[in-house]
Nanobody, 123 residues
Protein backbone atom coordinates (compact mmCIF):
# COMPACT_ATOMS: atom_id res chain seq x y z
CA UNK A 1 0.00 0.00 0.00
CA UNK A 2 1.46 3.30 -1.05
CA UNK A 3 0.50 6.95 -1.26
CA UNK A 4 2.52 9.02 -3.69
CA UNK A 5 2.38 12.81 -3.46
CA UNK A 6 3.50 14.89 -6.41
CA UNK A 7 3.21 18.34 -7.94
CA UNK A 8 5.47 20.36 -5.70
CA UNK A 9 7.99 22.84 -6.97
CA UNK A 10 9.44 26.33 -6.76
CA UNK A 11 6.95 29.13 -7.32
CA UNK A 12 6.73 32.85 -6.69
CA UNK A 13 4.42 34.51 -4.17
CA UNK A 14 0.92 34.74 -5.57
CA UNK A 15 1.33 31.72 -7.83
CA UNK A 16 -0.73 28.54 -7.76
CA UNK A 17 0.07 24.84 -7.63
CA UNK A 18 -1.92 21.65 -7.62
CA UNK A 19 -0.65 18.73 -5.61
CA UNK A 20 -1.78 15.20 -6.35
CA UNK A 21 -1.81 12.10 -4.20
CA UNK A 22 -2.07 8.73 -5.90
CA UNK A 23 -2.96 5.57 -4.02
CA UNK A 24 -1.67 2.19 -5.07
CA UNK A 25 -2.01 -1.25 -3.59
CA UNK A 26 -5.50 -0.55 -2.32
CA UNK A 27 -8.25 1.98 -2.74
CA UNK A 28 -9.14 4.48 -0.03
CA UNK A 29 -12.60 5.26 -1.34
CA UNK A 30 -14.09 4.48 2.09
CA UNK A 31 -11.51 6.52 4.00
CA UNK A 32 -11.07 10.18 4.65
CA UNK A 33 -7.84 11.63 3.33
CA UNK A 34 -5.85 14.67 4.22
CA UNK A 35 -2.88 16.90 3.58
CA UNK A 36 -0.31 17.88 6.16
CA UNK A 37 2.84 19.94 5.83
CA UNK A 38 6.10 20.40 7.63
CA UNK A 39 8.17 23.53 7.26
CA UNK A 40 11.90 23.53 8.04
CA UNK A 41 12.44 23.48 11.77
CA UNK A 42 8.74 23.23 12.55
CA UNK A 43 6.30 20.55 13.58
CA UNK A 44 4.10 18.85 11.03
CA UNK A 45 0.75 20.61 10.79
CA UNK A 46 -2.66 19.89 9.38
CA UNK A 47 -3.61 21.56 6.11
CA UNK A 48 -6.87 20.05 4.86
CA UNK A 49 -9.04 16.94 5.02
CA UNK A 50 -11.79 15.45 2.90
CA UNK A 51 -14.33 12.78 3.77
CA UNK A 52 -14.62 9.49 1.93
CA UNK A 53 -17.18 10.84 -0.54
CA UNK A 54 -15.90 14.40 -0.75
CA UNK A 55 -18.96 15.85 0.96
CA UNK A 56 -17.15 17.13 4.03
CA UNK A 57 -13.98 19.18 3.93
CA UNK A 58 -12.02 21.03 6.56
CA UNK A 59 -9.07 23.41 6.43
CA UNK A 60 -6.50 24.97 8.65
CA UNK A 61 -7.26 28.64 9.23
CA UNK A 62 -3.98 29.60 7.58
CA UNK A 63 -5.07 28.16 4.21
CA UNK A 64 -8.82 28.65 4.30
CA UNK A 65 -10.01 30.50 1.21
CA UNK A 66 -6.77 29.82 -0.68
CA UNK A 67 -6.52 26.02 -0.76
CA UNK A 68 -9.08 23.53 -2.02
CA UNK A 69 -9.00 19.80 -1.35
CA UNK A 70 -10.77 17.38 -3.67
CA UNK A 71 -10.71 13.73 -4.63
CA UNK A 72 -11.57 11.40 -7.49
CA UNK A 73 -12.33 7.97 -6.06
CA UNK A 74 -12.66 6.42 -9.52
CA UNK A 75 -8.99 7.26 -10.14
CA UNK A 76 -7.74 6.78 -6.56
CA UNK A 77 -6.52 10.36 -6.59
CA UNK A 78 -6.69 13.26 -4.16
CA UNK A 79 -5.74 16.84 -4.92
CA UNK A 80 -4.80 20.04 -3.18
CA UNK A 81 -5.25 23.17 -5.22
CA UNK A 82 -3.19 25.97 -3.71
CA UNK A 83 -3.79 29.54 -4.80
CA UNK A 84 -2.08 32.75 -3.80
CA UNK A 85 0.87 30.91 -2.35
CA UNK A 86 2.99 32.78 0.18
CA UNK A 87 6.50 32.19 1.53
CA UNK A 88 5.00 30.83 4.75
CA UNK A 89 3.45 28.02 2.71
CA UNK A 90 6.93 26.67 2.02
CA UNK A 91 7.04 23.12 3.36
CA UNK A 92 7.08 19.46 2.51
CA UNK A 93 3.48 18.46 1.89
CA UNK A 94 2.33 14.98 2.85
CA UNK A 95 -0.86 13.19 1.91
CA UNK A 96 -2.39 10.70 4.27
CA UNK A 97 -5.34 8.32 4.53
CA UNK A 98 -7.42 8.12 7.68
CA UNK A 99 -8.80 5.06 9.37
CA UNK A 100 -12.13 6.88 9.52
CA UNK A 101 -14.66 7.96 6.88
CA UNK A 102 -14.54 11.58 7.98
CA UNK A 103 -11.18 13.09 8.78
CA UNK A 104 -9.89 16.00 10.76
CA UNK A 105 -6.69 17.61 11.97
CA UNK A 106 -5.50 14.86 14.29
CA UNK A 107 -2.52 13.18 12.63
CA UNK A 108 -2.91 10.14 14.88
CA UNK A 109 -6.10 9.21 13.03
CA UNK A 110 -4.22 8.80 9.75
CA UNK A 111 -2.72 5.37 9.21
CA UNK A 112 -1.12 5.66 5.75
CA UNK A 113 1.29 8.41 4.73
CA UNK A 114 2.90 9.43 1.47
CA UNK A 115 6.53 10.40 1.14
CA UNK A 116 5.97 14.13 0.70
CA UNK A 117 6.49 16.70 -2.03
CA UNK A 118 8.38 19.95 -1.51
CA UNK A 119 6.71 23.28 -2.16
CA UNK A 120 8.97 26.33 -2.10
CA UNK A 121 7.50 29.79 -2.40
CA UNK A 122 10.13 32.43 -2.99
CA UNK A 123 10.72 35.50 -5.08
Amino acid sequence: VQLQASGGGLVQPGDSLRLSCAASGRAFSNNAEGWFRQAPGKEREFVAAISWNGAVTSYADSVKGRFTISRDNAKNLMYLRMNNLQPEDTAVYYCAASRYAVGGPESSTYCYWGQGTLVTVSS
